[in-house]
């Protein structure tokens, strides 16, 4: 059976009003009533409501941060970053997949509105979803263009793209291919391609392009297709569009160097021959959590748009 309110009060031998004070940290109270009340809370194994707090005019400490999926190592990673920033300011986090399907963020995003979350942080890579521009939360997004409204953290996607080229003419290569999404949107990644398309062209060579249409969930096949165009084109170099496909291509391409996109940990720890263009989460983390936070404080306040962090070129 489920803890009620008066529950915790008989336990902790109080008021429910005491309780309430407790919970919502309202009016002087002793700690040593607390602390009673506390470990009531414990026993019985009692959650406030969120909602009902929220419905009070209180804080509901809930942020809701949508990603593409969390398959892929890096978002593994930001999620768990996210979550560690947001719980050391006091908030907790549902943490939702949109699976790269529009109909399910959709569904998403109003689960997190009628749970009454202070704020969204979205790394959405689906386009057309009229409810970012309709919501009334405030909204942050990671690396997506998703409305004018709406800032956008990333890294430097450009100047990505520009340290990749440079490593591979380095390396000697005169025929390189960059492998890019084919979203047709205006959003920080797509940077990556002109970065490096641009700098070799300024180095009067001429980069081929291929595009993917889920860059997020590399399959075996895609990863054949690609590799028989390098062949059939007779590419020396690779900048992929991030680090499980630079690595998927180099068990297939061993002899051609490739430069990944991401920089994760793990995935460099096991694989230190991996030369990648590293996204520094902390600080990614650092400046969606500050703009939430100032979003949250004045819905209204005027943030920049475009906050980019900057990368670096990992190599062995």
Known sequence: MVAKLSDVAELAGVSVATVSRVINSYGPISQKTKDKVHAAMRQLHYQPNAMARSLQGKSSQFIGVILPTIDNPFFGVL???LEKALFERGYKVIIASSANNVEVERQYL??????QVEAIITGSHNLGIEEYEDASLPIVAF??????DI???SSDNYHG???AAQYLLNQQVHKPLVIRDDDNSNSPTVKRGQGFVNYMTRHNVQALRYEVSDKLSMQQADVEKIKQFVLDNQIDG???NNDLTAIMLKNVLPNLPIVGYDGTPLLTLLHPDLVTIVQPVDEIVKKLVEIMLVKIGDNSA???T????SVSLKYK
């Open 306 to 309: 475009d906050n980019i962090v």
């Open 161 to 163: 793209g520009e340290l």
């Open 110 to 115: 109003q689960m997190l509105a009628a749970n």
């Open 143 to 148: 690396d997506r263009h998703l409305s004018d």
């Open 79 to 81: 999620a768990g970053a």
């Open 151 to 153: 800032p956008t953290v």
């Open 302 to 304: 005027e943030i920049t």
């Open 238 to 240: 690779i900048f992929a």
